[in-house]
């Protein structure tokens, strides 16, 4: 996924990994978050009867026959996907990059300095327009300063919490709300049939974690994404890993393969994204022989969520949906295709 | 694992990842390994009624009764073993720095400059005084030539085809039959108790992943070890990743803690190491609250296998060795609690 900002350009490689410096509550209380979905009898009831469901139950019908030309054993059936903007909603922001604005105000009484600093003063402003103009480097600062400086589970912590309170601006529902019914059904459907779900996004992988298991069904150590790096250190007898201010991987574009093979180590028969980050990842698993299905998320609902493709303000799918046409990747609409969006309203 | 080769010092910062420049021949014949183990009737066979196995089971006994006050869930029970000198023998040398040898032999051919030029020189040679002499930089020059400049999928194929003919110096036998029989029947228990076991390595992971699945029953998703960098490229319309003659990631010392999150994404209840290179994975795992199992295998038998610890020629357990005396890590004494060392032993 990438997006511009307002008029500028916050893209993923400035919006990653996870937190900063305020202490953290003892026993937090964790947010309620939607149940991992299970198999259900009749496979992807929110989908209409369309193209792209049928892309769906054919590719599986086919890598799952056994003793068919095109089975496919269940130790390699391997699938992967996107996060941002496939499996949950990426508009008005990332979720990450609203994450990072909101910790920025809780931490501003430490930092009386911000008030006159870039790209701080822009945050605590709520002037988008200079936030973008601060750039990528501007973008890094941020992440930094409330991504690292605390322990791992210190930020998972954080993350927990916030996700507990925050609101998507449009919708008004905790973020975690705003995933993809259809998507969480395409999850638990392949689930069913043997595949081993990940997850591979450009988002920052701590970030992820604390909830991708109760939310899709995906455990922690099925998600890759990008991350920091971290310290080993033994402080006063205990063992931590300490969150550095420097990057470790970015998990975005042609460190999608990357990524798949350095944290996976298969190659996956499956793939969906909906944006130019996910391409090198479609054409990774898809061409390669043998039948593999390669998918894009088209946002083409403005009024249930969002629609965006090409270079428009909010979104970026340009080459992948060159790329789609050319590789016979089915697009899905989420406009015909889903019945639902959210889980909200099956009510 | 630590050990110096002669009186060098050849250590596992030099002696990772995996291979260079010579074509594959097609249709390589795989080798035949060992199938991965299941779980026998009886837990532990080849283990004799010890110390070792009663702290083996009692602690399975107690994290896998519901209701019990240290009961952990199904997906919370992540094992985590090192592998040279923990699950296969590491001596006379790495498996990996043979390979790595080898390979020099091999291309040589190609090479005639490498007569007079060390390290090679002394590979050549069969001169492993003057190989140690190269140091860390002589070592790491042998590793990228060896492991890099091709694609990770040629490089399985020469590992795989390395691994049918290589025989050890002393047993005579491929090195995949020179696996620890009662750790794989550990392995086996542990995920027959709901177990996810993983492997923790300071060897290069693309050397392990090709065979862990059918020697240790461990898919190459749960593999973690060093890497070199890859890069993803088109190639005439089909993607590849190439693998570069860069570091990527030392999985040894405080890089076990740091690869096991970046990797795995959760912290480990059960951790098995040989050697000083393993200290930091048995303190994350162990320190944390909860009952937890650290053990460290001990080399103690000459006759069947090998006898090191402290500073000795071959080993380095000496720091971990003071610290499982501290923190309650069972020792598993080869001599004393294996009823047999190798597979091949079982007839």
Do not use: C
Not at 335 to 344: E, G, M, Y
Request: without cysteine.
């Amino acid at each position: 996924m990438k997006h511009s900002l307002a008029s500028g350009h916050l893209t993923r490689r400035t919006t990653l990994t996870g937190l900063a410096g305020l202490p953290i509550v003892a026993g937090t209380i964790l947010p309620a978050l939607s149940q991992a979905p299970t198999s259900p009898a009749t496979p992807l009831p929110s989908w209409n009867e369309s193209a792209s469901k049928r892309a769906i139950l054919d590719f599986v019908a086919r890598v799952t026959h056994q003793g068919g030309a095109d089975y496919v054993a269940p130790a390699e059936r391997v699938a992967v996907f996107d996060n941002d903007g496939t499996l949950w909603t990426e508009h008005p922001m990332y979720v990450q990059l609203a994450f990072a604005l909101d910790r920025v105000k809780a931490m501003a009484p430490l930092h009386p300095e911000w008030k006159n600093m870039q790209p701080f003063q822009a945050v605590l402003d709520g002037d988008m327009e200079a936030l973008a103009a601060s750039g990528e480097r501007g973008m890094m600062e941020l992440v930094m300063v409330t991504h690292a400086g605390m322990t791992n589970a210190e930020f998972a912590g954080i993350v927990m919490q916030w996700l507990a309170t925050a609101r998507h601006p449009r919708f008004q529902r905790p973020y975690t709300e705003l995933v993809y019914q259809p998507m969480t059904e395409l999850l638990a459907f392949l689930r069913a049939n043997g595949f081993k779900t990940f997850i591979v996004s450009g988002g920052g992988v701590e970030f992820m974690r604390p909830w991708t298991e109760r939310v899709y069904g995906v455990p922690p150590e099925q998600v890759v994404g990008s991350s920091i790096k971290t310290r080993f250190e033994m402080r006063d007898g205990r063992p931590e890993l300490f969150r550095l201010a420097e990057m470790n991987f970015i998990d975005d574009k042609i460190g999608k393969p990357v990524g798949i093979n350095e944290y996976i180590g298969r190659r996956p028969i499956a793939a969906f994204g909906n944006s130019d980050g996910d391409l090198e990842m479609l054409q990774w698993t898809t061409l390669s022989g043998g039948v593999r299905l390669g998918m894009l998320v088209h946002h083409a609902d403005a009024e249930r969520e969002y629609a965006y493709d090409r270079k428009t303000e909010f979104g970026r799918l340009d080459t992948a949906l060159n790329a789609a046409a050319a590789n016979n990747w089915p697009l899905i609409d989420m406009k015909k295709d889903w019945k639902v969006i959210f889980p909200f309203e099956l009510g």
